[in-house]
């Protein structure tokens, strides 16, 4: 069984402060992995994809891939409230197959 | 506007009572994929379809059908719904089975 498992939280952090939210994949022939930001009530929405080890930056986000232990993490840099929300760890063996999602984990940044 | 739609987007219906719920894309995806939310489980996929007349089960698919007649349509099929079922569904949809667009999602109450 492919498991994706996610620290549930609350994760809380005040305004400013950078978010550390860490995944780990049982699947070691996993080739890609997705950050995805949910909003209560909302729909998932992609953050970021990273295919490769090492690290990837867009914006205030990082994500960091390390296939050798399994791990994958997003860094939110200058935390804001707006960033308050469930994210999403999901990870695909290869493309066209299933989507694994982790069960998220709920990030509170207070002001 | 690049979309995926989901209808209904609220549903409450009886046991038994077959239903189905439609998910069309205008992105032209090859891929496209349902899931289903539930606390404390996260998201779980329950078909996915690389292509038109190619369908494949996920994690869930136990009472559900799906069927990729045309490129842009996924219906999900729930010939006997029963109270289990009761769930947030969410359809995505993406290109080259990678990055997954979500619909704006279906809660479904089965009485």
């Known amino acids: 069984q492919k498991e994706v498992e996610q620290n549930s939280g609350p994760l809380s952090v005040p305004e400013g402060a950078i978010a550390s939210l860490n995944c780990t994949y049982s699947d070691r022939g996993s080739q890609s992995f997705f950050w995805y930001r949910q909003y209560s009530g909302k729909s998932p929405e992609l953050i970021m994809s990273?295919?490769?080890?090492g690290d990837k930056e867009d914006g205030r986000f990082t994500a960091q891939l390390n296939k050798a232990s399994q791990y994958v993490s997003l860094l939110i840099r200058d935390s804001q409230p707006s960033d308050s929300a469930t994210y999403l760890c999901?990870?695909?063996?290869?493309?066209?197959?299933?989507?694994?999602f982790g069960k998220g984990t709920t990030l509170s940044v207070s002001s | 506007e690049a979309q995926v739609t989901q209808n209904p987007r609220y549903l409450i219906t009886v046991t038994g009572k077959k239903l189905t719920v439609t998910c069309s894309q205008n992105?032209?995806?090859?891929?496209m994929s349902w899931y289903r939310q539930d606390p404390g489980l996260g998201l779980r996929q329950i078909y996915y379809?690389?292509?038109?007349?190619?369908?494949d089960k996920g994690d869930v698919p136990e009472g559900y059908k799906v069927s990729r007649k045309e490129k842009r349509n996924f219906p999900l099929i729930l010939e006997s719904p029963s109270p289990n079922q009761t769930s947030l569904y969410f359809c995505?949809?993406?290109?080259?089975?990678?990055?997954?667009?979500f619909g704006p999602g279906t809660r479904l109450l089965v009485l």
């Open positions: 995505a949809s993406a290109s080259g089975g990678l990055t997954q667009y």
């Open positions: 999901a990870v695909n063996h290869q493309a066209g197959t299933a989507l694994i």
């Open positions: 990273i295919y490769s080890n």
């Open positions: 379809s690389m292509n038109v007349e190619v369908t």
């Open positions: 992105m032209n995806h090859e891929y």
